[in-house]
């Protein structure tokens, strides 16, 4: 048998190896940038699409609406109250619905690689299942008294 030589398996310094890790550095955070906006832009256009659609319908539903009712109230307040809906709509939905979509998401790889890794962690996950739904209900009931009160 012939005797072969030592490989080693080693990193050469050049001077102009440097540079690569940058490019490598670079070109990965601009990746991540480049993916977290095209992430956005479905997100955005939808929002975008819903909120006309409910600013349609809500101008129509106003609009439909019965004289007696109109001549009742102020048209001040009717205009308060659309737009403070427009504008939590418009303020608050895209920011739940982007972090609903991104925890789920989460939720769902946690759940996907603790099943794969340790399937029997779902006997925990029941009663735990259980307890934030029960929360969950609670503190949906406290919202809406809250709101109740601050209406």
């Known amino acids: 048998m012939s005797a072969s030589k030592p490989t080693h398996l080693a990193v050469i310094v050049t001077p102009t190896s440097a540079y690569y890790i940058i490019y490598i550095y670079v070109a990965t955070s601009e990746s991540v940038l480049a993916l977290g906006f095209f992430r956005g832009l479905p997100l955005v256009h939808t929002l975008?699409?819903?909120?006309?659609?409910?600013?349609?319908?809500?101008?129509?539903?106003?609009?439909?609406?019965p004289i007696a009712t109109l001549?009742?109230?102020?048209?001040?307040?009717?205009?308060?109250?659309?737009?403070?809906?427009?504008?939590t709509i418009d303020d608050m939905l895209p920011l739940v619905l982007f972090d609903l979509i991104q925890l789920s998401v989460i939720v769902l790889g946690a759940i996907f690689t603790v099943s794969i890794m340790r399937p029997y962690i779902f006997i925990a996950a029941i009663p735990l299942g259980a307890i934030f739904i029960f929360l969950r209900k609670y503190f949906l009931r406290t919202g809406q008294q809250l709101k109740l009160l601050e209406a």
Do not use: C, P, Q, Y
């Open 71 to 87: 001549n009742t109230m102020k048209t001040g307040r009717i205009m308060n109250r659309f737009t403070k809906d427009m504008a």
């Open 48 to 65: 975008l699409t819903v909120s006309k659609r409910l600013h349609e319908k809500m101008l129509s539903a106003v609009l439909r609406a």
